[in-house]
């Protein structure tokens, strides 16, 4: 049975900095990537970042966290970690953790296979 269970997330001033962690069982992970996704307030959830878990850990990052955002991972935990620095307000959502047992487009929703419970983050101004 495959579970996807998150910690962290909270609230922050703008500028501040939290990190999300994201461990998953149940997998052979030889094969697999993992995901962010986040999801404001009447707005349809979209990629964060994510990870390989396999051919040297490549990660991809949307544009709007290039630079501030530091996905990373933990093979013997088999557990993903997002660093969010330099936070705003428009980084207020829930978060999501994924993982997808072979997809190639990690920025699409579709490919992920599994899902986190989402954890709320909160920027203030």
């Known amino acids: 049975q495959v579970q996807v269970v998150q910690s962290g997330g909270g609230l922050v001033q703008a500028g501040g900095s939290l990190r999300l962690s994201c461990a998953a069982s149940?997998?052979?992970?030889?094969?697999?990537?993992m995901g962010w996704f986040r999801q404001a307030p009447g707005k349809e959830r979209e990629f964060v970042a994510a990870?390989?878990?396999?051919?040297?850990?490549?990660?991809y990052y949307a544009d709007s966290v290039k630079g501030r955002f530091t996905i990373s991972r933990e093979n013997t935990k088999n557990t993903v970690f997002l660093q969010m620095n330099s936070l705003k307000p428009e980084d207020t959502a829930v978060y999501y953790c994924?993982?997808?047992?072979?997809?190639?487009?990690?920025?699409?929703?579709?490919?992920?296979?599994?899902w986190g419970e989402g954890t709320q983050v909160t920027v203030s101004s």
């Open positions: 990870i390989r878990w396999i051919g040297g850990g490549s990660t």
């Open positions: 994924a993982v997808t047992r072979g997809g190639s487009n990690y920025y699409s929703i579709h490919e992920y296979d599994y």
């Open positions: 149940g997998l052979v992970f030889g094969s697999y990537a």
